[in-house]
Antibody
Framework: QVQLQQSGPGLVKPSQTLSLTCAIS??????????WNWIRQSPSRGLEWLGR?????????EYAVSVKSRITINPDTSKNQFSLHLNSVTPEDTAVYYC???????WGQGTLVTVSS | QSVLTQPPSASGTPGQRVTMSCSGS????????VNWYQQLPGTAPKLLIY???QRPSGVPDRFSGSKSGTSASLAISGLQSEDEADYYC???????????FGGGTKLTVL
């Protein structure tokens, strides 16, 4: 059974970097049939896809246009996990953040991240 | 404004059949498969339908999905009180190079 376990702070100051990690059990971050996504959800923006990382003989990253200049998603094969880094955050980045394998329906538990001073 | 358009609400009585729509374009639903997710209050979304009409194991066959052109539909038959939730459609968009979600349909069981 695949499980995704998220970790990271729930409060980030404006202009700083939001960082979250998603540890995978029961599957591999290097799986050639999976793609590991970050999605966020807020009342104002609904469900918003942020980006993904996946391995198909080499690593690929794809990011949403809305956050492309601020986002990095990194796989960590040694720890079988992947991370989200979103810099220069503003209060509009306040949301519940999920790590997700969308096609197979694996979701992390969600992390409410509040951007506030 | 979501790229995929869903009606904000739907309702039905227990035992009834309810359908909800998801409208997109040639760059998303027109070219790629559609997933549906169910979100109960306070929980993460759950995959209900993948690749237009496939059910993950454990999802009752009361739930079914279909796609035609640039639109998709989710049908729930034999409606139950526990089906009261938010339902979201999603599809990959080739032009925007990303997953797009609908705004969600809130299902009320009367």
């Amino acid at each position: 059974q695949v499980q995704l376990q998220q970790s990271g702070p729930g409060l980030v100051k404006p202009s700083q970097t939001l960082s979250l990690t998603c540890a995978i059990s029961g599957d591999s971050v290097s799986s050639k049939s999976a793609a590991w996504n970050w999605i966020r959800q807020s009342p104002s923006r609904g469900l918003e896809w942020l980006g993904r990382t996946y391995y198909r003989s080499k690593w690929y990253n794809e990011y949403a246009v809305s956050v492309k200049s601020r986002i990095t998603i990194n796989p960590d094969t040694s720890k079988n996990q992947f991370s989200l880094h979103l810099n220069s955050v503003t209060p509009e980045d306040t949301a519940v953040y999920y790590c997700v394998e969308l096609e197979r329906g694996y979701w992390g538990q969600g992390t409410l991240v509040t951007v506030s001073s | 404004q979501s790229v995929l358009t869903q009606p904000p609400s739907a309702s039905g009585t227990p035992g009834q059949r309810v359908t909800m729509s998801c409208s997109g374009s040639s760059s998303n639903i027109g070219r790629n498969t559609v997933n549906w997710y169910q979100q109960l209050p306070g929980t993460a979304p759950k995959l209900l339908i993948y690749r237009n009409n496939q059910r993950p194991s454990g999802v009752p066959d009361r739930f079914s999905g279909s796609k035609s052109g640039t639109s998709a539909s989710l049908a729930i038959s034999g409606l139950q009180s526990e089906d009261e939730a938010d339902y979201y459609c999603a599809a990959w968009d080739d032009s925007l190079t990303g997953w797009m979600f609908g705004g969600g349909t809130k299902l009320t069981v009367l």
